[in-house]
T-cell receptor, first 113, second 118 residues
Framework: EPEVTQTPSHQVTQMGQEVILRCVPI?????FYWYRQILGQKVEFLVS????????KSEIFDDQFSVERPDGSNFTLKIRSTKLEDSAMYFCASSEGLVPEAFFGQGTRLTVV | AQKVTQAQTEISVVEKEDVTLDCVYE???????LFWYKQPPSGELVFLIRRNSFDEQNEISGRYSWNFQKSTSSFNFTITASQVVDSAVYFC???????????????FGKGTLLTVNP
């Protein structure tokens, strides 16, 4: 069964460093998403991406965040200068589009120290 | 704006008990989708079910059943004869079609931690 793959599963970084979280969506999907879950809290929408551009972003997704699809298969989330409060589980999701069945990756746990 | 409320923060039951997880949603759209996800201790989000707003038929899948009532804006989830492996956080989520951004983003509730004790 096709699945969304995220790497790494866990990343530890120092405050102020840049991190890139990687995702390989399901191959025929057209819509891509990043969500964030701070430990013990709900899953929150960060950004959606369609047709090589951001289609919607939340207020959490400020100038420190960026997304891109560099090569037609990977979908990345970059945090330019990490803060302690960026520590969270980051989930990538993808969907075909017309039906909102979002398939989630297993998540990347980001720890900022 | 869409909103999902899961009023039960934690529920603890003994194995074989039935348990119902509540979900109440708010939306201004007539077309929307409702979801339940399971998050076991390992952290991944496991898709359980999707319903669209035009289909109020209740659904049963093994020990799981879902009761969708538009009149009360509720989409409750019942586990029959609970098992220890059902212990997890369960999230209810709502999706509307956001035509301005051309996407179906999900709005999650805060989740209910279900603990099933042997």
């Amino acid at each position: 069964e096709p699945e969304v793959t995220q790497t790494p599963s866990h990343q530890v970084t120092q405050m102020g460093q840049e991190v890139i979280l990687r995702c390989v969506p399901i191959s025929n999907h057209l819509y891509f998403y990043w969500y964030r879950q701070i430990l013990g809290q709900k899953v929150e929408f960060l950004v959606s991406f369609y047709n090589n551009e951001i289609s919607e972003k939340s207020e959490i997704f400020d100038d420190q965040f960026s997304v891109e699809r560099p090569d037609g298969s990977n979908f990345t989330l970059k945090i330019r200068s990490t803060k302690l409060e960026d520590s969270a589980m980051y989930f990538c999701a993808s969907s075909e589009g017309l039906v909102p069945e979002a398939f989630f990756g297993q998540g990347t746990r980001l720890t900022v120290v | 704006a869409q909103k999902v409320t899961q009023a039960q923060t934690e529920i603890s039951v003994v194995e074989k008990e039935d348990v119902t997880l509540d979900c109440v949603y708010e939306t201004r759209d007539t077309t929307y989708y409702l979801f339940w996800y399971k998050q076991p201790p390992s952290g991944e989000l496991v898709f359980l079910i999707r319903r669209n707003s035009f289909d109020e038929q209740n659904e049963i899948s093994g020990r799981y059943s879902w009761n969708f009532q538009k009149s009360t804006s509720s989409f409750n989830f019942t586990i029959t004869a609970s098992q220890v492996v059902d212990s997890a956080v369960y999230f209810c989520a709502l999706s509307e079609w956001y035509s301005g951004g051309s996407n179906y983003k999900l709005t999650f509730g805060k989740g209910t931690l279900l603990t099933v004790n042997p």
